[in-house]
T-cell receptor, first 110, second 111 residues
Framework: RKEVEQDPGPFNVPEGATVAFNCTYS??????FFWYRQDCRKEPKLLMS???SGNEDGRFTAQLNRASQYISLLIRDSKLSDSATYLC???????????FGTGTRLKVLA | NAGVTQTPKFRILKIGQSMTLQCTQD?????MYWYRQDPGMGLKLIYY???????DKGEVPNGYNVSRSTTEDFPLRLELAAPSQTSVYFC??????????FGDGTRLSIL
C-alpha cells in the first residue's frame, strides 16, 4: 500500500457542482494533514490544514477520519477558478518530513 | 514578503555540466526541503535539512548534493548533469509543525 494515495482523476464537474476528494494514508501514527492546490506548472500552495474535528474555509471543507485513515476535501459551488490539482499531504511520523500524494485533478466546466 | 526565493527560474544544461540551484528563505524556518516533480507526477523529496549544518537524504538523493551553512540558504548542487535530472525543482521551508511554503520552482532541462 502506498503511503499516501489519491484518485488521479480528472474529475470533470459543471460550475456550481459539489465535488469531494478522498486521500488515504497508511501510517496510523501520522498527525499532520494538509490540502494543497497546484496549478499547471506552478508551485503547490497551501489550501487548508485538516483538523481532527473537521474544518471549513468558505466553500471548502476538510475532514479527517482516523479510524479509516483518510482525509477528505469537499468543494461546494465549484468555480472555473477551482480547476487545479489538489494534493494531499501527510506527515511522516517522528520526523519533519511530509509525504505528498500524486494529486487529484479537477476540471470545472462552464 | 519574499518567503522562499529560488534562482534561476529556468536553465538548460548540457550532459555532464554542473550547476547549483539556489534557495533562500526569510521566515527564519529551521526546516528546508528540495523536491523534484516530473511531468504528471507527484513531488519526490531529494534532500532536507532540519537546521544549519544538518542535512539528510530523501527519497531520490542520487546525483545531488546539498549544504546548509546558514538558516536562510539551502543550495542544491548537480555535479554531473544527466537527462534523467530534467525536471521541475521546488524548494520549501517550514517552521515547526506548520505547513510548508514553496518557492516558484526551477525548470531544468538537460540535453
Amino acid at each position: 500500500r502506498k503511503e499516501v494515495e489519491q484518485d488521479p482523476g480528472p474529475f470533470n464537474v459543471p460550475e456550481g457542482a459539489t465535488v469531494a476528494f478522498n486521500c488515504t494514508y497508511s501510517n496510523s501514527a501520522s498527525q499532520s494533514f494538509f490540502w494543497y492546490r497546484q496549478d499547471c506548472r506552478k508551485e503547490p500552495k497551501l489550501l487548508m490544514s485538516v483538523y481532527s474535528s473537521g474544518n471549513e474555509d468558505g466553500r471548502f471543507t476538510a475532514q479527517l477520519n482516523r479510524a479509516s485513515q483518510y482525509i477528505s476535501l469537499l468543494i461546494r459551488d465549484s468555480k472555473l477558478s477551482d480547476s487545479a490539482t489538489y494534493l494531499c499531504v501527510v506527515n511522516f511520523p517522528g520526523t519533519y518530513k511530509y509525504i505528498f500524494g500524486t494529486g487529484t485533478r479537477l476540471k470545472v466546466l462552464a | 514578503n519574499a518567503g522562499v526565493t529560488q534562482t534561476p527560474k529556468f536553465r538548460i544544461l548540457k550532459i555532464g555540466q554542473s550547476m547549483t540551484l539556489q534557495c533562500t528563505q526569510d521566515m527564519n524556518h529551521n526546516y528546508m526541503y528540495w523536491y523534484r516533480q516530473d511531468p504528471g507526477m507527484g513531488l519526490k523529496l531529494i534532500y532536507y535539512s532540519v537546521g544549519a549544518g544538518i542535512t539528510d537524504k530523501g527519497e531520490v538523493p542520487n546525483g545531488y548534493n546539498v549544504s546548509r551553512s546558514t538558516t536562510e540558504d539551502f543550495p542544491l548542487r548537480l555535479e554531473l548533469a544527466a537527462p534523467s535530472q530534467t525536471s521541475v525543482y521546488f524548494c520549501a521551508s517550514q517552521g515547526g509543525n506548520q505547513p510548508q511554503h514553496f518557492g516558484d520552482g526551477t525548470r531544468l532541462s538537460i540535453l
